[in-house]
């Protein structure tokens, strides 16, 4: 069955993120297997894509950096969001479509459920890809937050919200063909061409804690840390880097087609936050070929597996082991065994391919039209 479906989401095609990459997978998945698609987001057309663009204006978060938390206006991303709505309000026809979809609350979620006067509105599917607080939080705004279906990114949030909404598990994935194991390209990527590096790939953000991840690689002699991302604390965290990582800090941003080549040109991944609702990057990562630190937990399990050094993460001094400990394994692992655990990982990401992943979201998508 073909559907007409519209994604919506501030960043689409002006940053790649990792909600934005998720759900853009998805409408490329459907666009391609016969839907009719339409995109709606702050960036510009990019040729090739098989969905329909439409350019929706929407003030960049970094404006609102310093604004005040309010109700309603809790973070800079709320703040975009509410700029984002008016543009979307004007370009959105409900009877054009089957289904919305989106991981944006609550202006985005709110408009595209509005009611429709003369006809049925489309079925609105909502993705935990930053959290499922809108789908149990029961104060606040919150209160106000429903869906058709539900996309949860991992069990954990299928198991609290699959006896309340039509609610299905369907994980992140990763483009297989471009992140793979290759050589290393540091020369190009402006990286050190000797020693040990530690990668992270986050926004700059309290719940990330790249500023723990300074202290951790500062223990680890010789580790050089790379962190790719930007946001609020940029400032706070080169000046701490600026202290404890003299010479051995690199911050940078890359474009999304040299994201893959940047996971190959490091040694070790590396990634604090506690508690992600999934993660694109750990897949990322492994598809690479690169073992993966970060916090252990079942949710973490599910996605890596149990081969990789995770840890109490809230302890640096167990991350600074981990991972010198890591980089030691590979520098004294014969070129076989090094081998053998890129492929295993290698296998490991094969469940997180977008083919796979998107052909779940496609069959949900129609349940719910249905």
Same mark, same amino acid.
């Given at each position: $069955?073909? $559907?007409?479906?519209?994604?919506?989401? &501030?960043?689409?095609?002006?940053?790649?993120?990792?909600?934005?990459?998720?759900?853009?997978?998805?409408?490329?998945?459907?666009? @391609?297997?016969?839907?009719?698609?339409?995109?709606?987001?702050?960036?510009?057309?990019?040729?090739?894509?098989?969905?329909?663009?439409?350019?929706?204006?929407?003030?960049?978060?970094?404006?609102?950096?310093? $604004?005040?938390?309010? &109700?309603?206006?809790?973070?800079?991303?709320?703040?975009?969001?509410?700029?984002?709505?008016?543009?979307?309000? %004007?370009?959105? %026809?409900?009877?054009?479509?089957?289904?919305?979809?989106?991981?944006?609350?609550?202006?985005?979620?709110?408009?595209? %459920?509005?009611?429709?006067?003369?006809?049925?509105?489309?079925?609105?599917?909502?993705?935990?890809?930053?959290?499922?607080?809108?789908?149990?939080?029961?104060?606040?705004?919150?209160?106000? /937050?429903?869906?058709?279906?539900?996309?949860?990114?991992? &069990?954990?949030?299928?198991?609290?919200?699959?006896? %309340?909404?039509?609610?299905?598990?369907?994980?992140?994935?990763?483009?297989?063909? @471009?992140?793979?194991?290759?050589?290393?390209?540091?020369?190009?990527?402006?990286?050190?061409?000797?020693?040990?590096?530690?990668?992270?790939?986050?926004?700059?953000?309290?719940?990330? @804690?790249?500023?723990?991840?300074?202290?951790?690689?500062?223990?680890?002699?010789?580790?050089?840390?790379?962190?790719?991302?930007?946001?609020?604390? @940029?400032?706070?965290?080169?000046?701490?880097?600026?202290?404890?990582?003299?010479?051995? /800090?690199?911050?940078?941003?890359?474009?999304?087609?040299?994201?893959?080549?940047?996971?190959?040109?490091?040694?070790?991944?590396?990634?604090?936050?506690?508690?992600?609702?999934?993660?694109?990057?750990?897949?990322?990562?492994?598809?690479?070929?690169?073992?993966?630190?970060?916090?252990?937990? &079942?949710?973490?399990?599910?996605?890596?597996?149990?081969?990789?050094?995770?840890?109490?993460?809230?302890?640096?001094?167990?991350?600074?082991?981990?991972?010198?400990?890591?980089?030691?394994?590979?520098?004294?692992?014969?070129?076989?065994?090094?081998?053998?655990?890129?492929?295993?990982?290698?296998?490991?990401?094969?469940?997180?391919?977008?083919?796979?992943?998107?052909?779940?979201?496609?069959?949900?998508?129609?349940?719910?039209?249905?």
């Amino acid at each position: $069955m073909a $559907m007409r479906l519209l994604f919506a989401l &501030p960043g689409f095609h002006r940053f790649d993120r990792g909600a934005e990459v998720a759900l853009l997978a998805v409408a490329d998945h459907c666009a @391609r297997a016969g839907d009719a698609v339409t995109v709606m987001g702050a960036g510009q057309a990019r040729p090739g894509t098989p969905y329909l663009f439409r350019h929706v204006p929407a003030i960049d978060r970094k404006r609102f950096e310093r $604004m005040p938390a309010l &109700p309603l206006l809790r973070g800079d991303t709320a703040y975009e969001e509410a700029s984002f709505v008016p543009g979307l309000a %004007r370009c959105y %026809r409900p009877g054009d479509f089957d289904a919305t979809v989106t991981c944006s609350y609550p202006f985005t979620n709110w408009l595209l %459920r509005r009611p429709r006067f003369g006809g049925r509105r489309p079925a609105h599917v909502f993705v935990t890809q930053n959290g499922d607080w809108p789908a149990i939080a029961g104060t606040s705004e919150y209160r106000w /937050f429903g869906c058709e279906g539900l996309v949860c990114t991992n &069990p954990d949030f299928y198991e609290r919200n699959k006896d %309340r909404w039509n609610a299905a598990l369907i994980p992140n994935g990763t483009d297989l063909v @471009r992140f793979t194991p290759g050589p290393q390209e540091r020369a190009r990527l402006g990286l050190p061409a000797e020693g040990p590096i530690v990668l992270m790939v986050s926004a700059l953000i309290e719940t990330k @804690r790249v500023a723990d991840g300074i202290r951790a690689v500062a223990a680890v002699p010789g580790a050089h840390l790379v962190v790719a991302g930007d946001g609020g604390l @940029r400032n706070e965290v080169e000046a701490l880097a600026k202290t404890m990582l003299p010479g051995r /800090f690199t911050r940078l941003t890359v474009a999304s087609a040299d994201m893959p080549a940047l996971y190959r040109s490091a040694d070790v991944f590396l990634h604090l936050s506690l508690l992600e609702s999934f993660g694109n990057v750990f897949v990322e990562a492994m598809a690479c070929g690169l073992p993966v630190i970060g916090h252990d937990t &079942p949710r973490l399990r599910w996605i890596v597996g149990d081969d990789e050094p995770l840890v109490d993460t809230q302890s640096l001094t167990a991350v600074s082991e981990a991972i010198a400990a890591t980089l030691a394994a590979r520098r004294t692992a014969s070129a076989e065994a090094d081998a053998a655990r890129i492929a295993a990982r290698r296998r490991r990401t094969e469940q997180f391919g977008w083919d796979r992943v998107g052909a779940a979201y496609r069959r949900f998508l129609q349940g719910v039209v249905q």
